[in-house]
Protein backbone atom coordinates (compact mmCIF):
# COMPACT_ATOMS: atom_id res chain seq x y z
CA UNK A 1 0.00 0.00 0.00
CA UNK A 2 2.99 2.52 0.12
CA UNK A 3 6.64 2.46 1.16
CA UNK A 4 7.77 4.23 4.77
CA UNK A 5 10.27 6.53 5.08
CA UNK A 6 11.88 7.80 7.88
CA UNK A 7 12.26 11.52 8.31
CA UNK A 8 12.75 14.63 10.33
CA UNK A 9 10.21 16.97 10.84
CA UNK A 10 11.98 20.24 10.33
CA UNK A 11 9.66 22.51 12.34
CA UNK A 12 8.78 20.37 15.46
CA UNK A 13 12.55 19.47 15.62
CA UNK A 14 11.39 15.26 15.68
CA UNK A 15 11.74 11.91 13.89
CA UNK A 16 9.01 10.69 12.16
CA UNK A 17 7.51 7.88 9.76
CA UNK A 18 6.74 9.34 6.15
CA UNK A 19 4.16 6.71 4.35
CA UNK A 20 4.49 7.72 0.88
CA UNK A 21 1.06 6.66 -1.04
CA UNK A 22 1.64 6.73 -5.04
CA UNK A 23 -1.54 7.18 -6.93
CA UNK A 24 -0.83 7.94 -10.20
CA UNK A 25 -0.44 5.79 -13.17
CA UNK A 26 -4.02 4.07 -12.77
CA UNK A 27 -7.38 4.56 -14.30
CA UNK A 28 -9.23 7.51 -12.90
CA UNK A 29 -11.72 5.81 -10.72
CA UNK A 30 -8.82 3.42 -8.83
CA UNK A 31 -6.77 6.76 -8.75
CA UNK A 32 -9.87 8.46 -6.95
CA UNK A 33 -10.63 5.10 -5.00
CA UNK A 34 -6.42 4.90 -4.00
CA UNK A 35 -6.61 8.58 -3.13
CA UNK A 36 -9.74 8.21 -1.29
CA UNK A 37 -8.53 5.02 1.27
CA UNK A 38 -4.83 6.50 1.15
CA UNK A 39 -7.19 9.83 2.98
CA UNK A 40 -9.74 7.26 5.24
CA UNK A 41 -6.45 5.40 6.54
CA UNK A 42 -5.55 9.22 8.25
CA UNK A 43 -8.71 9.73 9.33
CA UNK A 44 -9.46 6.16 10.78
CA UNK A 45 -5.76 6.12 12.82
CA UNK A 46 -6.40 9.89 13.99
CA UNK A 47 -9.97 9.01 15.50
CA UNK A 48 -7.50 6.89 17.79
CA UNK A 49 -5.61 8.22 20.72
CA UNK A 50 -4.02 5.85 22.21
CA UNK A 51 0.23 4.31 23.12
CA UNK A 52 -1.04 0.54 21.23
CA UNK A 53 -2.28 2.37 17.95
CA UNK A 54 0.36 4.34 15.50
CA UNK A 55 -0.24 8.07 15.61
CA UNK A 56 -0.79 10.22 12.63
CA UNK A 57 0.29 14.03 12.40
CA UNK A 58 -0.77 15.54 9.46
CA UNK A 59 -0.90 14.73 5.80
CA UNK A 60 0.56 16.19 2.88
CA UNK A 61 -1.26 16.33 -0.22
CA UNK A 62 0.83 16.83 -3.43
CA UNK A 63 -1.59 15.59 -6.46
CA UNK A 64 0.03 12.32 -7.82
CA UNK A 65 1.55 11.80 -4.29
CA UNK A 66 -0.02 11.51 -1.30
CA UNK A 67 2.10 11.27 2.08
CA UNK A 68 1.25 10.46 5.39
CA UNK A 69 3.04 12.16 8.77
CA UNK A 70 3.11 9.27 11.38
CA UNK A 71 4.91 8.56 14.56
CA UNK A 72 8.16 6.82 14.44
CA UNK A 73 8.27 3.46 16.32
CA UNK A 74 11.19 2.53 17.17
CA UNK A 75 10.92 -1.14 17.07
CA UNK A 76 10.75 -3.94 14.20
CA UNK A 77 7.38 -5.75 12.97
CA UNK A 78 6.34 -9.04 14.15
CA UNK A 79 6.83 -10.24 11.45
CA UNK A 80 10.11 -9.33 11.07
CA UNK A 81 11.02 -10.85 14.64
CA UNK A 82 10.02 -13.93 13.81
CA UNK A 83 11.38 -14.20 10.65
CA UNK A 84 14.66 -12.96 12.48
CA UNK A 85 14.53 -14.70 15.85
CA UNK A 86 12.06 -17.63 15.25
CA UNK A 87 8.55 -18.59 16.64
CA UNK A 88 7.90 -16.99 20.11
CA UNK A 89 6.86 -18.63 23.13
CA UNK A 90 3.60 -18.40 24.63
CA UNK A 91 4.80 -15.82 27.24
CA UNK A 92 5.68 -13.04 25.11
CA UNK A 93 3.15 -14.09 22.43
CA UNK A 94 0.17 -13.45 24.97
CA UNK A 95 2.02 -10.59 26.07
CA UNK A 96 2.05 -9.04 22.71
CA UNK A 97 -1.46 -9.94 22.52
CA UNK A 98 -2.25 -7.58 25.11
CA UNK A 99 -1.21 -5.12 23.61
CA UNK A 100 -2.99 -5.53 20.30
CA UNK A 101 -6.53 -6.08 22.95
CA UNK A 102 -6.15 -2.57 24.22
CA UNK A 103 -5.52 -1.35 20.52
CA UNK A 104 -8.34 -2.97 19.46
CA UNK A 105 -10.68 -2.06 22.34
CA UNK A 106 -10.18 1.44 21.47
CA UNK A 107 -10.38 1.34 17.64
CA UNK A 108 -13.57 -0.56 17.46
CA UNK A 109 -15.44 2.10 20.27
CA UNK A 110 -14.34 4.51 17.56
CA UNK A 111 -16.23 2.74 14.64
CA UNK A 112 -13.62 1.57 12.92
CA UNK A 113 -12.62 -1.89 11.65
CA UNK A 114 -8.93 -2.43 11.00
CA UNK A 115 -9.58 -5.45 8.73
CA UNK A 116 -5.58 -6.32 7.75
CA UNK A 117 -4.24 -7.52 11.12
CA UNK A 118 -1.00 -9.58 10.68
CA UNK A 119 2.24 -9.74 12.29
CA UNK A 120 3.83 -7.37 9.59
CA UNK A 121 1.16 -4.86 10.31
CA UNK A 122 2.30 -5.07 14.47
CA UNK A 123 5.19 -3.09 16.08
CA UNK A 124 6.92 -4.37 18.72
CA UNK A 125 9.09 -1.34 20.31
CA UNK A 126 12.50 -1.90 21.56
CA UNK A 127 13.22 -1.25 25.44
CA UNK A 128 17.11 -1.55 25.97
CA UNK A 129 15.90 -2.31 29.52
CA UNK A 130 13.61 -5.73 29.30
CA UNK A 131 14.30 -6.05 25.18
CA UNK A 132 11.09 -5.65 24.03
CA UNK A 133 8.12 -2.93 24.98
CA UNK A 134 5.54 -1.32 23.46
CA UNK A 135 3.46 -3.36 21.06
CA UNK A 136 1.79 -1.19 18.52
CA UNK A 137 -0.79 -1.41 15.72
CA UNK A 138 -0.35 0.40 12.63
CA UNK A 139 -1.21 0.24 8.90
CA UNK A 140 -4.99 1.21 8.82
CA UNK A 141 -5.26 1.05 4.95
CA UNK A 142 -8.13 -0.85 4.59
CA UNK A 143 -9.62 0.38 7.62
CA UNK A 144 -13.44 0.36 7.30
CA UNK A 145 -15.38 3.50 9.41
CA UNK A 146 -18.68 3.07 10.70
CA UNK A 147 -20.09 6.22 8.80
CA UNK A 148 -17.96 5.92 6.01
CA UNK A 149 -19.69 4.42 2.48
CA UNK A 150 -17.57 1.40 1.20
CA UNK A 151 -14.69 1.41 -1.11
CA UNK A 152 -13.82 -0.99 -3.47
CA UNK A 153 -11.56 -1.17 -6.63
CA UNK A 154 -13.31 -3.62 -9.17
CA UNK A 155 -11.75 -7.02 -8.87
CA UNK A 156 -9.81 -6.92 -5.63
CA UNK A 157 -9.79 -8.52 -2.69
CA UNK A 158 -7.97 -6.49 -0.33
CA UNK A 159 -6.28 -7.66 2.55
CA UNK A 160 -3.93 -11.06 3.43
CA UNK A 161 -6.04 -14.05 2.91
CA UNK A 162 -3.73 -16.00 5.67
CA UNK A 163 -5.48 -13.54 8.26
CA UNK A 164 -8.81 -12.82 6.61
CA UNK A 165 -11.46 -13.71 8.57
CA UNK A 166 -14.15 -16.47 6.98
CA UNK A 167 -16.74 -13.80 6.55
CA UNK A 168 -14.57 -11.27 4.73
CA UNK A 169 -13.93 -13.87 2.42
CA UNK A 170 -17.42 -15.02 1.61
CA UNK A 171 -19.07 -11.86 1.97
CA UNK A 172 -20.82 -11.72 4.68
CA UNK A 173 -21.44 -9.07 7.21
CA UNK A 174 -18.76 -8.06 9.31
CA UNK A 175 -17.84 -6.52 13.17
CA UNK A 176 -15.28 -6.52 15.56
CA UNK A 177 -15.17 -10.47 15.96
CA UNK A 178 -13.55 -10.24 12.25
CA UNK A 179 -10.92 -8.34 13.30
CA UNK A 180 -10.73 -10.94 16.22
CA UNK A 181 -10.12 -13.43 14.46
CA UNK A 182 -7.57 -12.07 12.64
CA UNK A 183 -6.16 -10.76 16.43
CA UNK A 184 -6.15 -14.98 16.58
CA UNK A 185 -4.10 -15.79 13.31
CA UNK A 186 -1.63 -13.44 14.14
CA UNK A 187 -1.11 -14.96 17.89
CA UNK A 188 -0.77 -18.14 16.34
CA UNK A 189 1.46 -17.05 13.38
CA UNK A 190 3.81 -16.15 16.52
CA UNK A 191 4.32 -19.66 18.09
CA UNK A 192 4.58 -21.12 14.91
CA UNK A 193 6.42 -18.82 12.14
CA UNK A 194 3.28 -18.96 9.73
CA UNK A 195 -0.63 -18.84 9.47
CA UNK A 196 -2.07 -21.43 10.69
CA UNK A 197 -4.04 -21.00 7.35
CA UNK A 198 -1.08 -20.67 5.25
CA UNK A 199 -0.98 -22.73 2.14
CA UNK A 200 0.81 -23.11 -1.07
CA UNK A 201 -1.50 -21.09 -3.56
CA UNK A 202 -3.71 -17.92 -2.82
CA UNK A 203 -7.10 -20.55 -3.45
CA UNK A 204 -5.81 -22.88 -1.29
CA UNK A 205 -5.47 -21.12 1.57
CA UNK A 206 -8.66 -19.02 1.18
CA UNK A 207 -10.27 -22.80 1.08
CA UNK A 208 -8.61 -23.28 4.65
CA UNK A 209 -9.96 -20.02 5.91
CA UNK A 210 -13.54 -21.53 5.12
CA UNK A 211 -13.36 -25.13 5.17
CA UNK A 212 -10.35 -26.12 7.04
CA UNK A 213 -9.37 -26.70 11.22
CA UNK A 214 -6.66 -24.35 12.12
CA UNK A 215 -3.04 -26.08 12.08
CA UNK A 216 -2.77 -24.77 15.92
CA UNK A 217 1.45 -24.66 16.77
CA UNK A 218 2.34 -27.53 19.10
CA UNK A 219 4.36 -25.46 21.05
CA UNK A 220 0.57 -23.24 22.03
CA UNK A 221 0.61 -24.97 25.31
CA UNK A 222 -1.79 -22.86 27.78
CA UNK A 223 -2.68 -20.35 24.92
CA UNK A 224 -4.27 -23.71 22.69
CA UNK A 225 -7.88 -23.25 24.01
CA UNK A 226 -8.20 -19.72 23.23
CA UNK A 227 -6.67 -19.54 20.10
CA UNK A 228 -9.26 -21.92 19.03
CA UNK A 229 -12.21 -20.13 20.02
CA UNK A 230 -10.74 -16.91 18.34
CA UNK A 231 -10.47 -18.76 15.40
CA UNK A 232 -13.89 -20.08 15.12
CA UNK A 233 -15.46 -19.87 11.81
CA UNK A 234 -18.93 -18.53 13.55
CA UNK A 235 -18.24 -15.00 14.39
CA UNK A 236 -21.01 -15.36 16.91
CA UNK A 237 -18.73 -18.08 19.20
CA UNK A 238 -15.75 -15.76 19.34
CA UNK A 239 -14.98 -14.43 22.52
CA UNK A 240 -14.81 -10.61 23.11
CA UNK A 241 -11.72 -8.77 23.88
CA UNK A 242 -12.63 -8.81 27.43
CA UNK A 243 -12.72 -12.49 27.53
CA UNK A 244 -9.92 -12.67 25.45
CA UNK A 245 -7.64 -10.38 28.04
CA UNK A 246 -8.65 -12.70 30.56
CA UNK A 247 -6.96 -15.49 29.35
CA UNK A 248 -3.99 -13.88 27.91
CA UNK A 249 -3.13 -12.57 31.50
CA UNK A 250 -1.79 -14.97 33.39
CA UNK A 251 0.04 -16.39 30.63
CA UNK A 252 1.73 -13.16 30.11
CA UNK A 253 2.35 -12.13 33.84
CA UNK A 254 2.28 -15.62 35.78
CA UNK A 255 2.45 -15.14 39.29
CA UNK A 256 5.50 -16.81 40.71
CA UNK A 257 5.09 -20.21 42.50
CA UNK A 258 5.97 -19.43 46.19
CA UNK A 259 8.91 -21.77 47.62
CA UNK A 260 9.20 -23.29 51.00
CA UNK A 261 12.45 -23.76 52.52
CA UNK A 262 12.73 -26.72 54.39
CA UNK A 263 15.02 -26.58 57.23
CA UNK A 264 16.72 -30.67 57.73
CA UNK A 265 18.10 -30.68 61.90
CA UNK A 266 16.95 -28.93 64.77
CA UNK A 267 13.62 -28.17 63.92
CA UNK A 268 10.33 -28.91 65.52
CA UNK A 269 7.33 -29.62 63.58
CA UNK A 270 6.34 -26.25 62.95
CA UNK A 271 9.59 -25.79 60.98
CA UNK A 272 10.94 -23.56 63.92
CA UNK A 273 14.51 -24.44 64.98
Known amino acids: ???????????????????????????????????????????????????????VYDVVDEGERLWIVMELVAGRSLERIMAEEGPLGPGETARIGLGLVAALRQVHDRGVL??????????????????????????????????????????????????????????????????IWSLGATLSAALAGRSPFSRDTTLATLHAV????????????????ILAT???????????????????QPVAHPIPTPTVQVVRGGADERGEP
Do not use: C
Not at 2 to 7: E, L, P
Not at 231 to 243: E, I, T
Open 1 to 55: MGRVWRAVDEILDRLVAVKEMRIDGLDPEDTRTRRERTLREARATARIDHPNVVR
Open 114 to 179: HRDIKPGNVLVETDVRRGRGRVVLTDFGIAAIQDAKALTMVGMLVGSPDYMAPERISGRPQGPPSD
Open 210 to 225: LYEEPELPPTAGPLRE
Open 230 to 248: LLDKDPDRRPGLDDLETAL
